[in-house]
T-cell receptor, first 116, second 112 residues
Framework: AQSVAQPEDQVNVAEGNPLTVKCTYSVSGNPYLFWYVQYPNRGLQFLLK??????LVKGSYGFEAEFNKSQTSFHLKKPSALVSDSALYFCAVRDYGSSNTGKLIFGQGTTLQVKP | DSGVTQTPKHLITATGQRVTLRCSPR?????VYWYQQSLDQGLQFLIQYYNGEERAKGNILERFSAQQFPDLHSELNLSSLELGDSALYFCASSADEVHGYTFGSGTRLTVV
């Protein structure tokens, strides 16, 4: 069964420092991977995706993610964190179940706290 | 504005009652997905519709049902509500699996 894990409930980083939010996945085929961000009382917003091609994917708001097939990871990164990046981040993988519906399976989420 | 519209934004109702949540997908998207977000369960997939037909079912209770209409809007019906049904309910739409989802802003349901 397809699954995605975010091993950290919370990541704390100082403003201006680099940040990493970790994600590992398990799929039976080629992974379609996504990152979403959720601000308080808002819906999820798309950040970036990996379908195929370059392992380093660039997305919105200066975020990027590195796809590592051997480690089955898709960590979200940003070179310099902003206080406004504080939010809940979700990693997701497309479900390759028998129905092949395109349904996304989400990790449990990681709260990013950026302190001034 | 993401293009996915959910109404109402907030709903407070009593146990045992029935409510209907509505979702209008982004223009051109044929798939609609419903998710429940609660503090202890994260984002749980409930059900998917594609062009009016049910496509996939997740952890959806028998008290819950959904449908997608010819104009592609979708409704999620929750009945015999319990306190534990209090959660954020999100609708998302997509054109295809490559492009991921566009989420609505959610309906916060509080059962008292």
């Amino acid at each position: 069964a397809q699954s995605v894990a975010q091993p950290e409930d919370q990541v704390n980083v100082a403003e201006g420092n680099p940040l990493t939010v970790k994600c590992t996945y398990s799929v039976s085929g080629n992974p379609y991977l996504f990152w979403y961000v959720q601000y308080p009382n808002r819906g999820l917003q798309f950040l970036l995706k990996y379908i195929t091609g370059d392992n380093l994917v660039k997305g919105s708001y200066g975020f990027e993610a590195e796809f590592n097939k051997s480690q089955t990871s898709f960590h979200l990164k940003k070179p310099s964190a902003l206080v406004s990046d504080s939010a809940l981040y979700f990693c997701a993988v497309r479900d390759y179940g028998s129905s092949n519906t395109g349904k996304l399976i989400f990790g449990q989420g990681t709260t990013l706290q950026v302190k001034p | 504005d993401s293009g996915v519209t959910q109404t109402p934004k907030h709903l407070i109702t009593a146990t045992g009652q029935r409510v209907t949540l509505r979702c209008s997908p982004r223009s051109g998207d044929l798939s609609v997905y419903w998710y429940q977000q609660s503090l202890d369960q994260g984002l749980q997939f409930l059900i998917q519709y594609y062009n009016g037909e049910e496509r996939a079912k997740g952890n959806i209770l028998e008290r819950f049902s959904a449908q997608q209409f010819p104009d592609l809007h979708s409704e999620l019906n929750l009945s015999s509500l319990e306190l534990g049904d209090s959660a954020l309910y999100f609708c998302a739409s997509s054109a295809d699996e490559v492009h991921g989802y566009t989420f609505g802003s959610g309906t916060r349901l509080t059962v008292v």
